[in-house]
T-cell receptor, first 112, second 116 residues
Framework: DMKVTQMPRYLIKRMGENVLLECGQD?????MYWYRQDPGLGLQLIYI?????SNSEGDIPKGYRVSRKKREHFSLILDSAKTNQTSVYFC????WGLGEQYFGPGTRLTVL | GDSVTQTEGQVTVSESKSLIINCTYS????????LFWYVRYPGEGLQLLLK?????QKGSSRGFEATYNKETTSFHLQKASVQESDSAVYYC?????????????FGAGTRLKVIA
């Protein structure tokens, strides 16, 4: 069953609180991604991970960090969340270079 | 940098009518990019609808089709007769090698609403 899961699906936090978004995949993909999507914009790449402990910044990494200790699991961490980090966050995975990405259902984060 | 433009934020079409969703792209890669259409149904993640990796070729899936036009740098999505179940958000994307890494760029998405 080829699947990408995300937890939680909905989250409300106050400004300054820490946020942990979790992503899992069961396809043994070495590459995983975190995106955010805001109204009127395409998906913006936050971080990409090429394998365990091999992470690279995407286009908008400021205010975020990631952790990948197992191939099937990729976490996005917001230390001291800000209101402008309110967004929908998508996790995805793929085999490197083959193009097709598999996406999770998204996490809607609201920072008050 | 690379970019993908979808000019319509929302499109409303009557059931059984034809559909076209516009997509144009720009890339600095010296190789032609791979082009994709993804679809997102309510409550679900994006899923691949179709992809074309060779300029001039057409991709098709579930009645949708798109032709990779390198002259006009376009990859418009078309369907001859839409159904209510096609209501979703459609994303055009390109994938290209840039500075040794494979990178995706997504359009903003076009919300399709099919009415009876």
């Amino acid at each position: 069953d080829m699947k990408v899961t995300q937890m939680p699906r909905y989250l409300i936090k106050r400004m300054g609180e820490n946020v942990l978004l979790e992503c899992g995949q069961d396809m043994s993909h070495e590459t995983m991604y975190w995106y955010r999507q805001d109204p009127g914009l395409g998906l913006q790449l936050i971080y990409i991970s090429y394998d365990v402990d091999s992470n690279s910044e995407g286009d908008i990494p400021k205010g975020y960090r990631v952790s990948r200790k197992k191939r099937e699991h990729f976490s996005l961490i917001l230390d001291s969340a800000k209101t402008n980090q309110t967004s929908v966050y998508f996790c995805a995975s793929s085999f490197w270079g083959l193009g097709e990405q598999y996406f999770g259902p998204g996490t809607r984060l609201t920072v008050l | 940098g690379d970019s993908v433009t979808q000019t319509e934020g929302q499109v409303t079409v009557s059931e059984s009518k034809s559909l076209i969703i516009n997509c144009t792209y720009s890339t600095t890669s010296i190789a032609y990019p791979n082009l994709f259409w993804y679809v997102r149904y309510p409550g679900e993640g994006l899923q691949l609808l179709l992809k074309v990796i060779t300029a001039g070729q057409k991709g098709s899936s579930r009645g949708f089709e798109a032709t990779y036009n390198k002259e006009t740098t376009s990859f418009h999505l078309q369907k001859a007769s839409v159904q209510e179940s096609d209501s979703a958000v459609y994303y055009c994307a390109l994938g290209a090698f840039n500075t040794g890494n494979y990178k995706y760029v997504f359009g903003a998405g076009t919300r399709l609403k099919v009415i009876a």
